[in-house]
């Protein structure tokens, strides 16, 4: 089993629509949850940073985290043919280790069709 | 732009033979990440240095190394190619290479074993 799971999709929706992305994990140690957006042919870019649980807004996109359910979420609302792309959960630890690598979930392929 | 460079952008090679892989990170940033993406695995961790010496190591492979030069750029080698290491590879880059901060990724190295 994986540590990070995230269902690969694709995931087609309409212009307007509410999307839904999510993770699950199995690593009590991550403290740190990202989402990484990642357009065809070209590197991760970071779209939302969430450190422990809870709940961070920027423009028409919510990231939630629980970290009792080890369950981590994005919402993009009024999604737009622009948010097509694939989107990464990514996660990291605390403690002695002090590295900051990420584990990535398999990514999610969004299209938003117009 | 992310302002973390890599090259070659394209890469094709036969198995058996040795490649090398050059990144060069974002101006101030101490740390250097590799990361491997292929369409069964996912983005996957492989290694980590911080100015000059290595930090954390994930699943890389025996016939696989890195360096961090003085100049901070990082070089990833990889030998004895198999069709199975054809893949992207990302460098990423961070200030200090600790958990929770913003990774910066280059546009990738797109290898190609024949």
């Known amino acids: 089993q994986k540590e990070v799971e995230q269902d690969p999709g694709p995931l087609s929706v309409p212009e307007g629509a509410i999307v839904s992305l999510n993770c699950t994990y199995s690593n009590s140690a991550f403290q740190y949850f990202m989402w990484y957006r990642q357009y065809s042919r070209k590197g991760p870019e970071l779209l939302m940073y969430t450190y422990s649980s809870g709940n961070k807004e920027d423009g028409r996109f919510t990231a939630q985290v629980d970290k009792s359910s080890k369950y981590i979420s994005l919402f993009i609302r009024d999604s737009q043919p622009s948010d097509s792309a694939t989107y990464l959960c990514a996660m990291s630890g605390s403690g002695s280790s002090n590295t900051g690598k990420l584990i990535f979930g398999q990514g999610t392929t969004l299209q938003v069709k117009p | 732009d992310s302002g973390v460079t890599q090259t070659p952008k394209h890469l094709i090679t036969a198995t058996g033979q040795r490649v090398t892989l050059r990144c060069s990170p974002r101006?101030?940033?101490?740390?250097v990440y590799w990361y491997q993406q292929s369409l069964d695995q996912g983005l996957q961790f492989l290694i980590q240095?911080?100015?000059?010496?290595?930090?954390a190591k994930g699943n890389i492979l025996e016939r696989f190394s890195a360096q961090q030069f003085p100049d901070l750029h990082s070089e990833l080698n990889l030998s004895s190619l198999e069709l199975g290491d054809s893949a992207l590879y990302f460098c990423?880059?961070?200030?200090?290479?600790?958990?929770?901060?913003?990774?910066?990724f280059g546009p990738g190295t797109r290898l190609l074993v024949l």
């Open positions: 990423a880059s961070s200030v200090d290479g600790t958990p929770g901060e913003t990774q910066y």
């Open positions: 101006s101030g940033d101490l740390s």
């Open positions: 240095y911080y100015n000059g010496e290595e930090r």
